[in-house]
């Protein structure tokens, strides 16, 4: 089952993380792969790994959205926080697809997936059939299945925010 939240969070929250997101505030750290070994790229930034806060720094904005996202799924505990930014290639590019948590982990059926998109663009979000094309304030919600995300054409850069929520 997957969930499209419209308008998710408060103006003035969603103000704060576009200014973090959309400026040059926030440091970008390169990546020559989006999820496997085929030559992809992207910007990204870490808030939390493994359950733990990378970065205390630009941490509070994103720290916010998580009581937001309570009151969608009830969730124990928070395993990745993920900022990705993806440029304009000028043609869209379709990532491979992929799960983020192993399906062999044993435990990967216990997380739901969530993916804010921070700017509107023509970059989608595929889960399965249904592609979801990114509007600023909208968050996707979805069981740990295959799925994939593909590069804009229409802006400079496509902006979203990947969470792995670990349910009970």
């Not at 993380?17 to 750290?29: G, K, Y």
């Not at 930034?45 to 509070?60: L, S």
């Not at 928070?78 to 290639?89: D, F, G, L, P």
């Not at 216990?110 to 993916?115: G, L, S, T, Y």
Request: glycine share 6%; proline share 4%; net charge positive.
């Amino acid at each position: 089952m997957t969930d499209v939240y419209q308008n998710f969070l408060p103006k003035q929250h969603f103000s704060d993380l576009q200014r973090l997101f959309m400026t040059n505030i926030l440091p970008w750290h390169y990546s020559d792969r989006v999820v496997s070994t085929q030559r992809h790229f992207m910007f990204g930034h870490t808030f939390m790994e493994d359950g733990q806060i990378v970065n205390p720094t630009y941490f509070e904005p994103v720290r916010g959205m998580l009581l937001q996202l309570q009151q969608k799924v009830k969730f124990i505990g928070v395993s990745r926080i993920r900022a990705v930014m993806y440029t304009n290639q000028g043609k869209e590019i379709k990532h491979p697809t992929h799960v983020d948590i192993p399906l062999d982990s044993g435990v990967s059926d216990k997380f739901r997936i969530a993916v804010f998109h921070v700017n509107t663009c023509n970059g989608k979000t595929v889960i399965g059939d249904k592609e979801i094309e990114s509007q600023q304030n909208q968050l996707i919600l979805f069981k740990n299945v295959p799925h994939y995300g593909t590069v804009q054409t229409d802006t400079d850069t496509r902006v979203v925010i990947n969470f792995s929520l670990r349910i009970e």
